[in-house]
């Protein structure tokens, strides 16, 4: 986690050495849109591989800018998260579960203008949990019922976020976003068994694909 802050730190304060951030003469620009896409997910740590959990994402982005090719990025998104654990045929194993984890997450980014309508952003998320179920953990057979998960998952969240994006038109963009959550999704175990580091060490990974609308000022 320390190494992400300072990382990002580090491109802030590059920005602002060379002048780019606050300079009186230059008025600030704020533009307001939407974002909409489809999250592919997983949770390191649950013994399953693979962005399989499919889902949405939607909400609104806020941006800050003063200079042309570097600006701020808050946003407040509906994001859905989880792990899917699909049946492997090849080595006889036919079982299928699934974690749902839903959240609203709270972009805060940094983003670079890159030549030929590219763009670079990498940032905090901070989340909120606003629902966490789980469908055929038990049997091993998913059915579409969805219940209360038994994991002790946080009700907060703090990721890491970065990505690429390609302009479309003045407004518009494609984005290609990776999240993966810093600290665990659930607290150290009181008492570690054999079981408790894999908890201990339960993550959220996202590879995002969306389109952001910017509206004019």
Do not use: C
């Amino acid at each position: 986690m320390k190494r992400h802050v300072l990382v990002l730190g580090s491109l802030v304060a590059t920005l602002a050495g060379h002048g780019q951030l606050l300079t009186p003469d230059v008025p600030w620009i704020f533009k307001g849109g939407y974002t909409l896409g489809v999250t592919a997910a997983q949770v390191r740590g649950d013994g399953i591989e693979g962005f399989n959990k499919l889902g949405f994402h939607g909400g609104v982005t806020l941006e800050i800018r003063q200079f042309q090719n570097v600006g701020f990025q808050l946003g407040l998104t509906y994001n859905q998260k989880g792990s899917r654990k699909v049946p492997n045929p090849k080595v006889d194993d036919y079982s299928n579960w699934g974690y749902k984890f839903t959240y609203v997450d709270i972009p805060i980014t940094a983003v670079i203008d890159l030549k030929e309508g590219y763009t670079f952003g990498t940032g905090l998320q901070p989340g909120v949990l606003i629902g966490a179920w789980e469908d055929g953990l038990t049997s091993g057979v998913s059915d579409g019922v969805w219940e209360p998960t038994t994991l002790p998952i946080r009700p907060f969240e703090l990721s890491w976020v970065v990505w690429v994006g390609m302009r479309a038109g003045e407004t518009g963009e494609w984005f290609l976003r990776h999240t993966q959550s810093l600290p665990g999704i659930v607290p150290k175990p009181a008492n570690p068994g054999p079981n408790a580091r894999w908890d201990d060490r339960m993550q959220n990974l996202t590879m995002q694909l969306g389109y952001v609308k910017m509206f004019s000022p």
